[in-house]
């Protein structure tokens, strides 16, 4: 199974994106997908996921109240809609599943085993 990662772009301040992520598999499941980020010099950070059965999402506070995560089961697919971008919102994001089951959050790296490309968001003026 692959994931593929689009959306990334060129947005200024304030605005918006929607990234998507899509498995490559008709057969995919998981238990959860999620999305992180990375800079270079820094460590990938968990940006948000939600439970592929629909349960739940959960976010970073650091995007809480501006990006939304959701799936569409039937095509495999998940989404960010990103709004209300800042600077420090740039960065190289990557979609991920877990097939696994976790007793944490699917707020960890290490509780995905399946990632996308990335595609770059640049917030800039």
């Known amino acids: 199974v692959q994931l593929q990662a689009s959306g990334g772009g060129l947005v200024q301040p304030g605005g918006s994106l929607k990234l998507s992520c899509v498995a490559s598999d008709s057969t995919f499941s998981a238990y959860a997908v999620g999305w992180f980020r990375q800079v270079p010099g820094k460590e990938r950070e968990f940006v948000a996921r939600?439970?592929?059965?629909?349960?739940?999402?959960y976010y970073a506070d650091a995007v809480k109240g501006r990006f939304t995560i959701s799936r569409d089961y039937a095509n495999k697919s998940a989404f960010l809609q990103m709004s209300s971008l800042k600077l420090e919102d740039t960065a190289v994001y990557f979609c991920a599943s877990a097939s696994k089951y976790s007793t944490g959050r699917y707020t960890l790296q290490e509780e995905y085993d399946r990632w996308g490309q990335g595609t770059q968001v640049t917030v800039s003026s």
């Open positions: 939600i439970r592929w059965d629909g349960r739940g999402s």
